[in-house]
T-cell receptor, first 113, second 111 residues
Framework: DSGVTQTPKHLITATGQRVTLRCSPRSGDLSVYWYQQSLDQGLQFLIQYYNGEERAKGNILERFSAQQFPDLHSELNLSSLELGDSALYFC????????????FGPGTRLTVT | QKEVEQDPGPLSVPEGAIVSLNCTYSNSAFQYFMWYRQYSRKGPELLMYTYSSGNKEDGRFTAQVDKSSKYISLFIRDSQPSDSATYLCAMSGGSNYKLTFGKGTLLTVNP
């Protein structure tokens, strides 16, 4: 157990809908990262927050947004969902802004029908 | 050319074998190299983390980095069925603000 928690574990929704994924980092970790994992693209970095502020952005679509709250938990919002958004979404955390020792949560499996 | 290339396998070995997993990369600015293990339906787990070239050993695992060849390896000695998983390489460095992952190699260790 990495200490990173993610809810929900599974999510099934329809195209066009909006969902929110939640992540709680390891105790004391200030950085949160979001990733998308699909069979064809592998693990893709979406966005990083450090202590409430956006620090780095990857291949995140404009339909997706995230935030980190004062208690350091983070939410990833996915809107106008498309079939291609079906994937595993992982949250990871690290102690500082450095991205080199990240600890991953168990993931949320999103299915868009 | 993709930044990080990793043979997806699958790789099947008998218990006790030495396993070699590899990645190649194209970005010469990469300086930080990691190996993650991912069991089915679980999140990736950090196994090894090395900086620049050289070797690092941790128990049955050895990570090697050859920056001149842009090639990294993970060796698993005395492989066990519990090592059966997907192994992902990841790297970063220079102005690269993110981890770039390989697509992973699926390893099965047969008892």
């Amino acid at each position: 157990d990495s200490g990173v928690t993610q809810t929900p574990k599974h999510l099934i929704t329809a195209t066009g809908q909006r969902v929110t994924l939640r992540c709680s980092p390891r105790s004391g970790d200030l950085s949160v990262y979001w990733y998308q994992q699909s069979l064809d693209q592998g693990l893709q970095f979406l966005i990083q927050y450090y202590n409430g502020e956006e620090r780095a952005k990857g291949n995140i679509l404009e339909r997706f947004s995230a935030q980190q709250f004062p208690d350091l938990h983070s939410e990833l919002n996915l809107s106008s969902l498309e079939l291609g958004d079906s994937a595993l979404y992982f949250c990871a955390s690290s102690a500082g802004p450095s991205l080199y020792e990240q600890y991953f949560g168990p993931g949320t499996r999103l299915t868009v029908t | 050319q993709k930044e990080v290339e990793q043979d997806p396998g699958p790789l099947s070995v008998p218990e006790g074998a030495i396993v070699s997993l590899n990645c190649t990369y194209s970005n010469s600015a990469f300086q930080y190299f990691m190996w993650y293990r991912q069991y089915s339906r679980k999140g990736p787990e950090l196994l090894m983390y090395t900086y620049s070239s050289g070797n690092k050993e941790d128990g049955r695992f050895t990570a090697q980095v050859d920056k001149s060849s842009k090639y990294i390896s993970l060796f698993i000695r005395d492989s066990q069925p519990s090592d059966s998983a997907t192994y992902l390489c990841a790297m970063s460095g220079g102005s690269n603000y993110k981890l770039t992952f390989g697509k992973g190699t699926l390893l099965t260790v047969n008892p």
